[in-house]
């Protein structure tokens, strides 16, 4: 039994530019014991075949957890592989076109970046959109930060619709603020994955939350 999205506060990223291969199963199995409500397998500038591997393994972790399970960017891997889902970027096509791939309940997932998108990804028919970064990331390099000023905003208008992720350059130690500026969900990418206890890492930021 997959879990509610809507239950979901922490959104828990295997990204292979901070995780080693070796350490993909335990990353995932650690993001879900931290409390993690979806897993999404990101990795950039990797040839599909590695991706479905990767994915191969993970399926398994997040269904046994019942926690949902998308992969980034690639609809046929996600397709191949019988995730919950996937997610897209602004310029990785149409949500329609994604859903009419993905078996009907699928999850569709947009990363937005200002208010209008934001917006145009509720009425595209997302199941929920990722809304940042707040601030510069490593993970984006070269992309400001968008700040904290329409977080209020976008929480009231879409939030009140789908779930609302904030997303990039979030760290344990800059999330009072960003809290406090109205987010109720997260992703944190960095600061957990690099921490000693992944686990313990994501914990403390749903007890922040």
């Known amino acids: ?40 397998l990101r990795a950039k500038g990797y040839e599909e075949s590695r991706i479905l591997e990767w994915g191969r393994a993970m399926l398994p972790i997040c269904r ?3 926690v949902p399970f998308v992969v980034n960017d690639f609809v046929g891997v996600a397709v191949e592989l019988g995730t919950d889902g996937v997610h897209l970027g602004q310029d990785d096509g149409s949500l329609a076109e994604a859903r009419a791939a993905l078996p009907e309940g699928a999850i569709v997932g947009r990363s937005t970046h200002s208010v209008e998108q934001a ?31 329409n977080l209020a905003s976008v929480q009231e208008e879409v939030g009140a619709r789908i779930p609302v992720f904030c997303i990039g350059g979030i760290k344990r130690a800059n999330l009072e603020d960003v809290v406090r ?29």
Do not use: N
Request: charged content about 20%.
């Open 119 to 149: 917006r145009g990804a509720l009425v595209e028919g997302a199941d929920y959109i990722g809304f940042g970064p707040l601030f510069p990331t490593p993970t984006k390099v070269g992309r400001p930060g968008i700040g904290l000023e």
């Open 1 to 40: 039994m997959i879990g509610s999205l809507e239950g979901a506060r922490f959104y828990g990223i295997v990204d292979l530019g901070y995780v080693p291969e070796e350490r993909v199963e335990g990353v995932t199995r650690e993001l879900i014991a931290g409390g993690a409500g979806i897993v999404q």
């Open 181 to 209: 500026a109205g987010a109720k969900r997260v992703v944190v990418v960095s600061d957990v994955l690099t921490a000693g206890d992944v686990a313990g890492a994501v914990g403390e930021v749903l007890s922040q939350l």
């Open 64 to 66: 046994e957890a019942g």
